[in-house]
């Protein structure tokens, strides 16, 4: 199947990967592009102690900037959404990760089970509330360190013509409400949808299938699990 992958580049190249040892034909086309603030991160490291939380993996992208300056932080426990997060942060160095497999209430759960009070949350711009909401009424106390942003990348019209040159996609993959939402945005790619109602539309949470047009709720599929191996397990 040929696949659209809507994510930013960096974790676009490891999913088509992933799709191509599925023998699928992924198409790349980032909606998103991170704009990291390493800084940010660095002047929250050195001002806390206490466990590290991050829901995204871009977080770790950005301390992995730090260089030596992120070595006396890895004994710290890193609190973390997903397996693909988790190992990224192990492979960091970071010694003692706990992951959740859920979303960020799950995550937020596990931080109480926990007892990790005065926790600093690693995290960027647009964000969803979920896991800090889940701490304050755990009575966790934690810190908000916002150390990227995700600017919209939208393609032009050539680029989207050579997307689609070899055909229309089977499939599109959406990973975060802002993409979907940025998709839909563009007149070009809404008309290709239009035109091809058999297009499937595999989300990786409810919260990211909110942003489908109500007319293409049929082709949605929403992963059982808010990872990537779960949504590829749709196709």
Not at 183 to 204: E, N, S, V, W
């Amino acid at each position: 199947m040929r696949v659209l992958v809507t994510r930013p580049a960096h974790s676009a190249e490891r999913t088509a990967q992933r799709l191509r040892e599925m023998g699928h034909e992924p198409l790349l086309l980032p909606l998103r592009q991170p704009l990291h603030d390493a800084a940010a991160a660095a002047k929250a490291l050195a001002a806390t102690g206490g466990a590290i939380a991050v829901t995204s993996a871009e977080a770790l992208r950005v301390v992995s900037g730090l260089g030596e300056n992120l070595r006396p932080h890895l004994d710290r426990p890193l609190f973390a959404v997903g397996e693909t997060t988790a190992k990224e942060a192990e492979s960091l160095g970071f010694q003692s990760v706990f992951v959740s497999s859920g979303n960020g209430r799950d995550l937020a759960d596990l931080v109480a089970a926990q007892g990790a009070d005065g926790l600093l949350y690693l995290t960027g711009m647009p964000r969803a509330e979920t896991f800090e909401q889940g701490l304050r009424e755990s009575g966790i106390r934690f810190s908000v360190a916002e150390c990227y942003r995700m600017q919209p990348a939208a393609p032009g019209p050539a680029e989207i013509a050579a997307i689609f040159l070899g055909g229309q996609p089977d499939v599109i993959l959406f990973y975060s409400r802002q993409t979907a939402d940025d998709f839909f945005r563009l007149p070009q790619l809404r008309a290709t949808l239009r035109k091809q109602d058999a297009i499937r539309l595999l989300c990786l949470s409810e919260a990211v299938a909110q942003a489908i047009p109500a007319a293409l709720r049929k082709n949605v599929a929403i992963s059982s699990m808010p990872d990537e191996k779960s949504l590829l397990s749709l196709l």
